[in-house]
Nanobody, 115 residues
Framework: QVQLVESGGGLVQPGGSLRLSCATSGSIFSISVMGWYRQAPGKQRELVAVIRKRGSTNYADSVKGRFTISRDNAKNTVYLQMNSLKPEDTAVYYC?????????WGQGTQVTVSS
């Protein structure tokens, strides 16, 4: 079992920044990929960024150059640094942990970009 707890969401003006955190616990040794997803109202959940066990990363085209995924192994935490935020980034952001057996999800954190 893997537990995920997100934090760091909130209301920010366009052009602003936020950093999301995802604290992991449990069988973290089994995690192969960590990722951030988001779901806007009326839309499907979409991939934002992933970081693999060896450190390689991938990003959705819509966030490339603005968002950065990283991790602190000592704190068992994955981060999503979001810069130059746009209103279309408004969504509930979910942390995901992929293991050979199943995926685990956090409870989600709301990010609202509005003036």
């Amino acid at each position: 079992q893997v537990q995920l707890v997100e934090s760091g969401g909130g209301l920010v003006q366009p052009g602003g920044s936020l950093r999301l955190s995802c604290a992991t616990s449990g069988s973290i040794f089994s995690i192969s990929v960590m990722g951030w997803y988001r779901q806007a109202p009326g839309k499907q959940r979409e991939l934002v960024a992933v970081i693999r066990k060896r450190g390689s990363t991938n990003y959705a085209d819509s966030v490339k150059g603005r968002f950065t995924i990283s991790r602190d192994n000592a704190k068992n935490t994955v981060y999503l640094q979001m810069n130059s935020l746009k209103p279309e980034d408004t969504a509930v952001y979910y942390c995901n942990a992929a293991t050979p057996g199943r995926d685990y999800w956090g409870q989600g954190t709301q990010v609202t970009v509005s003036s």
